[in-house]
Nanobody
Framework: QLQFVESGGGLVQPGGSLRLSCAAS????????IGWFRQAPGKEREPVSR????????SYADSVKGRFTISRDNAKNTVYLQMNSLKPEDTAVYYCAATTGVFSQWKLLSTYNYWGQGTQVTVSS
């Protein structure tokens, strides 16, 4: 009934680009702040980016600043993560997450009410 689905992952060469999408069905995404997280094998899930309900506030991890851009299209019930200049260390499963709560601590997993299933991004020569 309630779906929150990531897509757009794949295999790219270093320096390449991908655009990830996080699409919601069964609920209205504009009521939620959205975070993107990623997790590599054997490592903790780490925050990548966030966008506020209105889109007026965005934040990025230091490791992706200047390369990744988060955006949302509430009319399409979708949030995007444009990833440029990809590096091998960007390889991970990427997850989107949604919260209706206080969004000041966007880097904390506990902030989020809903999680997608993830999409694999592999950056390799």
């Amino acid at each position: 009934q309630l779906q929150f689905v990531e897509s757009g992952g794949g295999l790219v060469q270093p320096g390449g680009s991908l655009r990830l999408s996080c699409a919601a069905s069964g609920f209205t995404l504009e009521n939620y702040g959205i975070g993107w997280f990623r997790q590599a094998p054997g490592k903790e899930r780490e925050p990548v980016s966030r966008i506020s309900r209105s889109g007026g506030i965005t934040s990025y991890a230091d490791s992706v600043k200047g390369r990744f851009t988060i955006s949302r299209d509430n009319a399409k019930n979708t949030v995007y993560l444009q990833m440029n200049s990809l590096k091998p260390e960007d390889t991970a499963v990427y997850y989107c997450a949604a919260t209706t709560g206080v969004f000041s601590q966007w880097k904390l997993l506990s902030t989020y009410n809903y999680w997608g299933q993830g999409t694999q991004v592999t950056v390799s020569s």
